[in-house]
């Protein structure tokens, strides 16, 4: 670990099962590695009931600063409340995250949303239950998302993908939060979408980019930001993406591991999880390619991040 270098792993999802056994000695890894701060993406109720166990013990702010938080927050006793708590199914006493809090100087931070694959199961209530919790947990909730498009395995019909990703935007405009957006395979339905729902104000940032030249200047023009996943450590597979890596504007990068998924090179090739941690693989080849020193590359990405949630650290 270089002790001068701190970074954010700007999209994961360590509340996936993969990482009940070996939680915290996966949260030391990272911590060993210089993941200071982690943005945990919501994808489904289910998803982001469990993330937000998580922040709880990591973001001592959340425990000071928020009216409600974690369980006390879904266990209210108002009518509203707890028809929140029954939908976004929030039992936590199943969750495999251990429940004492955490001490070292790391911090967990959420997003709320409906991934597009689970367009089908989004609903009005849904939507309004993300935003009370947003509301009533601002130092966790930081994002809205993912959300977007997805038309390459069609988990969702497209025209329930298009609906609820326009919903969702109008919410997030809402809250005024950042936008975490999945697009995949959706021949220009989605940029045609955020173009026609521009908002000055909105941030977002394209997570797992792996679009063209023409995608990219046009989420760029739009103000978004451009999300690099360990698919740029990749030979083949990220041959493209290495060479649109060095046009975009170094103050519209950040990286991510998309975690447990698209493990990098070297790790990719001695597991097949992906962690937090692995996340400095794709700042040194970032780095590389940019032709730049890591650790001013590094703390550039750190606050860019934050810039991109609105986050003070």
Known sequence: MNFNMRLFDSHSHIDDKSYDCDFDEMMQRSFNAGVEAIMVAGVTPETIAKAIKIA????NDYQQGDKHSGCDYYCSETPEQDQVHKRLHCNFSQTETPEENHTQQQHVFISVGMHPHDAQYCSDDIIDDYKLLARQNPSVVKAWGETGLDFNRMHSPRDLQEKWFVRQL???DELSL??????RDSDGKFLQ???SM???ERKGVVHCFSGTKQEMFGYLDLGYYIGITGILTVQQRGMLLRELALLIPEERIVIETDAPYLTPVPMKNKTRRNEPAFVEHVLHKLAQIRGVKVETLAEVLWNNTCSLYNISL
Request: no cysteine.
């Open 178 to 183: 950042p936008v975490i957006f999945h697009e």
């Open 170 to 172: 109008e919410a997030a």
């Open 198 to 200: 521009n908002h000055r």
């Open 193 to 195: 979408i955020l173009e």
């Open 56 to 59: 709880q013990r990591y973001n």
